[in-house]
């Protein structure tokens, strides 16, 4: 079957980082917006998702373990679920840039938590949503947008050393990290703090792991 050219504000999507053909996550999301120049999703606090982890009965990340660079380029993770607990998160990406910018909330959606955003290729649409890949790095940004700083930079040495990017792919995320700060920083159009009066429909449900999740 072909994707459909676009998702309905309030469809129930999937957003899969998918890496050398595997799938490494799975977010389900519920779309805001799906258009040509911006696609936003929400996911919801308490939604169920599929990490890729290292070792499953590691103590760190809520005991499901975490995904290592030489795991990642060995394609030998493991498929672990849990509940997205870090905030109520809206997604905002231009479909074919290499980063997306995440909108964090308080627990009771009051005010914005903070600014995060994520190096991650262009999107490919599928018939569940959308398939991507996190390149590592990102960069937290605080909600008056005035200070921030770069995060998980050691993974992304890490990710460098065992060849799962070249020095030229390592220097284009960091240009893209760049860049894509300074439009933040200045506050620009579709990425300004408009997205800080956002919310989400009260109707809306949890949206939940798709069947065949697995599928590329």
């Known amino acids: 079957m072909i994707p459909p050219t676009r998702f309905e504000p309030g469809d129930h999507v999937a957003v899969r980082n998918v890496f050398m053909g595997r799938v490494q996550s799975v977010f389900p999301t519920i779309v805001v917006t799906d258009t040509p120049e911006l696609v936003v999703t929400w996911l919801p606090v308490g939604t169920p998702v599929l990490n890729g982890v290292t070792d499953p009965e590691a103590e760190n990340d809520d005991g499901k373990g975490h995904l290592s660079a030489e795991t990642m380029a060995a394609k030998s993770w493991t498929m672990a679920s849990r509940n997205w607990h870090t905030a109520g998160t809206l997604t905002v990406k231009a479909p074919h840039s290499m980063w997306s910018l995440w909108v964090f909330w308080e627990p009771r959606m009051s005010s914005i938590q903070g600014w995060y955003i994520n ?14 890949w996190d390149m590592f790095l990102d960069v937290v940004v605080q909600p008056d ?25 390592a220097e284009k995320v960091r240009d893209t990290a760049a860049q894509a700060l300074k439009i933040v920083v200045e506050n620009r ?13 009260v109707l809306w449900d949890i949206p939940q792991i798709p069947r065949n999740w697995e599928v590329i």
């Open 119 to 132: 190096i991650d290729a262009p999107y490919k649409r599928t018939l569940l949503g959308f398939d991507t």
């Open 145 to 169: 947008r005035k200070t921030w700083q770069y995060k998980d930079e050691d993974e992304f040495a890490e990710a460098i050393e065992a060849g799962i990017f070249s020095e030229f792919e």
């Open 189 to 201: 159009h579709p990425f300004s703090d408009v997205w800080a009066n956002w919310r989400p429909d």
